[in-house]
């Protein structure tokens, strides 16, 4: 499995079946050594069974266990911290977590209840769990979900169970997204990137070689279209007038966007489906991939 991959499976026996996942992942070879601190972090945000669709179900949880007891990895820990009015301790009985941590002898630790840590996360300072820090490898076990303020919460928004009660409120009054976007720069699971800032520069790059790429391509071809990108993010508008605010996004043809993004994937490239969605590069992109979607790019425009 390459990194920028998904995989999906289907059925009902999910600790089956999140043992099949980590085996085509191949989590063994991901794991430093033998003794590592493994975290595992499920969603627990309220005392709400998970057949409501509101937190991570406990036979998933049961799979990644088993899958790492089995391959010699026993140094493991389930952490979380329930949100605010809700309490830790009562999530982890009525979630089914409580006869899990016993089955599996796998401590459970309620992040409320644990000391918080200042830590500097990419230039903002956040009260992070010392369980957290502990942690030398983390398993980030969300529930895909809407959300008032971010539309949509998933593995990013999942680590504010990783922080105390009073962070969570004020992270909450600084709109969520920066605040949580610092708190991943403070943990151990993007330790990669914190210590590798060459990655931005990289990501610099192949946003520029794509994004500018699609604008030669339209200029070139005569067409009215605008791109909008800031380093690996962007979007290509089918407007006519330049798009900075939402009147001028909904002058977009969308018509003629769905037609282009059908054409795109039938040639195996996979854009956001949405006139109003946005692309997003990674390392995983290569320079061969980018310059094979220029030229379907232009084979389109052209």
Request: aromatic residues 10%; glycine residues 6%; neutral net charge.
């Amino acid at each position: 499995m390459k990194k920028w991959q998904i995989y999906k499976i289907y059925g009902t026996d999910y600790t089956e079946m999140t043992k099949e996942l980590l085996k085509r992942a191949k989590l063994k070879k991901r794991i430093p050594h033998k003794n590592c601190r493994i975290g595992i972090k499920p969603n627990l945000i309220s005392p709400t069974e998970a057949c409501r669709g509101a937190t991570t179900h406990p036979e998933i949880v049961a799979g990644i266990i088993e899958y790492l007891q089995e391959r010699g990895f026993f140094n493991l820990v389930m952490l979380e911290g329930s949100w605010i009015g809700a309490r830790t301790s009562e999530a982890v009985k009525v979630c089914g977590y409580e006869s899990l941590s016993q089955r599996y002898g796998v401590p459970f630790i309620d992040t409320q209840q644990d000391e918080a840590v200042r830590c500097d996360c990419a230039g903002m300072p956040i009260e992070i769990c010392r369980s957290a820090r502990e942690v030398e490898f983390l398993i980030n076990v969300p529930v895909l979900k809407g959300h008032c303020q971010t539309n949509m919460t998933c593995a990013l928004k999942n680590l504010k169970g990783l922080i105390p009660n009073s962070e969570k409120s004020r992270f909450h009054t600084l709109g969520l997204h920066e605040p949580i976007a610092h708190l991943a720069a403070g943990l151990t699971q993007l330790k990669y990137l914190y210590e590798h800032q060459e990655v931005y520069k990289d990501l610099e790059e192949k946003g520029q070689k794509l994004y500018g790429g699609i604008e030669e391509i339209l200029k070139e071809a005569g067409s009215e279209y605008h791109v909008n990108h800031v380093s690996s993010l962007g979007s290509l508008f089918f407007a006519k007038e330049e798009v900075v605010d939402y009147t001028s996004a909904k002058s977009s043809d969308t018509k003629a966007f769905a037609d282009y993004f059908l054409a795109m994937l039938k040639q195996g490239i996979h854009l956001a489906p949405s006139q109003f969605e946005a692309m997003f590069l990674s390392t995983a992109h290569s320079d061969e991939v980018l310059e094979d979607t220029l030229t379907k790019i232009r084979n389109y425009f052209m």
